[in-house]
């Protein structure tokens, strides 16, 4: 399911919010950075755990991901965290704890090194 979501976006079919996508610099001289934001279809199928199901037990899942593809990732959104209450106060907050004013989502976050070329 998070596989036919991530086709998707990549493919841009049903851009619901019209959003322009970003341009990335590349200079072949200096190390790339790069992050995307995967929404998490949780309107659509509000019985599955997500959140559960991509960190695995203990987080082993997410840790095994970000271990594979040299990525780094992060759940973040309405939801991400376990306790409800400390959510919504920390939502209050803002700043570092902004983005709970966001939809459920996979932060993913690529470092490439400088290659020959």
Request: charged share 30%.
């Amino acid at each position: 399911l998070i596989a036919q979501e991530i086709e998707r976006l990549e493919k841009g079919e049903d851009r619901k919010d019209n959003r322009a996508i970003a341009f990335i610099d590349v200079h072949p001289d200096q190390p790339q950075n790069s992050g995307l934001r995967i929404r998490i279809p949780i309107n659509e199928h509000p019985k599955y755990n997500f959140v559960g199901k991509l960190l695995g037990p203990k987080g082993s899942t997410l840790k095994q991901l970000q271990e594979q593809t040299g990525c780094k990732m992060a759940i973040l959104g309405k939801g991400s965290m376990r306790d409800k209450s400390k959510e919504e106060e920390l939502r209050k907050q803002g700043g570092k704890y902004a983005h709970l004013n966001e939809e459920l989502h996979v932060f993913v976050e690529a470092f490439a090194e400088i290659t020959d070329g």
